[in-house]
């Protein structure tokens, strides 16, 4: 369970974490609405991970634990359900930890509003739909795709790999299908899905419940997933790689991960990506 700590007396209040040694380290933040205190945010600015062991080396990830102790501390406070602000700009991750987000959002009581800032990729597509409206910039981005993991054993064991895919892929397509607009149907969305479709927010509003706005969208993130998709537009993946900086590979603990992630501030440019569907 993390804990808070208010910080220089602002709105702004750090989570703390021990970890295995007994050192307290840092694990995300929550920033209260500075007008009237009635309204919190939660940013979802990296990658969705499964357990919170992976998401606290690196602060903008989140996992579902993460979001079970925003919330109840946002409740804590004896105050009634503040009205949440939901911001994303993630490139995906563990589907099952974004389903499990998305549930546990769904579940929290207080007005919901979503913020799709950049991009809204994967997994992470279905977590705005967990609030009671989605808002987006023209230009921000919705990417649908199957979802994939990786397998081995016997025969047996790929059966059941291959029955855990197609039911999470039928659960992203019911989040999907439950916000879809002017008579989009589940074999619409079933077609996005099958062929990795990226869609500018003004498309996307065309098949699914979605404010669109005039501003412009904040920068882009950048994700580990990107390369492993297989219609991610071409400027993406160069401004990625044009500008990449690794940190060190998480370290392992319970399976070996050992991989490298890349964070970085991008330019506003990244987001007039030309839509490859």
Known sequence: MCHYKEVRKTKKYQFTQKDKTGAVKDCGYMIYDSADDESAELRFYGDICSATWISKYFKEDKAPQDVVDFLAELTAEGNGHKKLNVYV????????????????????????????DGIAASIAGIIPFACDKVVAPKYAQLML????????????????????????????INVYKAHAVNGTTEDKIKSMIDRETWLTAEQAAEYFAIELLDA??????????????????EALLKISESTKQTEPP???????????KRKLQMSLDVLKLSNKT
């Open 250 to 260: 998480i370290p392992q603990e319970g399976e070996d991960i050992n991989k490298r």
């Open 216 to 233: 412009e969208p904040v920068a882009a993130c950048v994700s580990d997933s990107y390369k492993r998709y297989m219609n991610t537009p």
């Open 89 to 116: 700009n993630s490139g995906g991750g563990d589907v099952f930890g974004g389903l499990a987000i998305y549930s546990i959002l769904a579940r929290y009581p207080g007005e919901k509003i979503a913020h799709i």
């Open 145 to 172: 795709h199957k979802p994939w993991s990786g397998c081995w054993g016997n025969a047996n064991d790929f059966k059941k790999a291959i029955e855990a895919l197609n039911t999470a892929e039928q659960s992203i």
